[in-house]
């Protein structure tokens, strides 16, 4: 059985967190965000050690750890009833986050849309990742340099994810207009798939 689910998609700042947020909160919908995962990893536990070590050169962490990860997130979601694949459409806010990764999940994965929120404006992007920096304590927020290294991983191993979903699968939402009209352009297409 696959799992239901829709991709938010979209550069660091974009706004993935604040819909998935919102969306999770719709009955049936589960936000699953693959960061926060990583982030509430105990920091000297071994997974937790890499991942401060690779987030904090703006890199991805490598595959097979985030992948094992993730499924066993998912796995404790259904064992504790937080989540019941036969009905629920997972919000997945992060993940995939290369090719690689969209191929390994492809026969775990029934995505029936992928919600690209594409901004044109990275100085407010960089400047969104900045203001977060504060409010949420991370570190790999803080330091520009890190932010364009995130930026770049981005363009060179995320962004090909959407050719691997195509042009049925993705929606492109203007990911600079207000969070409302944002969560509104995504639920027109959401209900529907
Ligand atoms: P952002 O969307 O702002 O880049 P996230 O919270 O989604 O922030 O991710 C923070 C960091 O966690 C990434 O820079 C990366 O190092 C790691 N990470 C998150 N998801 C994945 C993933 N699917 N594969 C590899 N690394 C990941």
Redesign the pocket.
Known sequence: MKYRCILLF?????G??TQGKILGSIPQFLHC???????NLRAESPLGKT?LE??G???????PQ?IEL?QQFIADLTKTGRLHPERDTLVL??????VH?AEILRDVLDVVGVFYLCSKDTESLIAR?QR?AMKEN?L??ANLEIIRQ?LK??ENETKPVLKFYGKKLVHEIDADQSPAKVLSDILRHAVKS
């Open positions: 979209g550069a660091p700042g974009a993935k967190g965000s693959c960061g926060d995962v990583f982030r991942f690779y987030s050169r703006g890199e991805l962490v490598p595959d985030t993730w806010d992060g993940i995939p986050r290369n990764q990742i977060r991370r790999d927020d995130r991983t981005y």
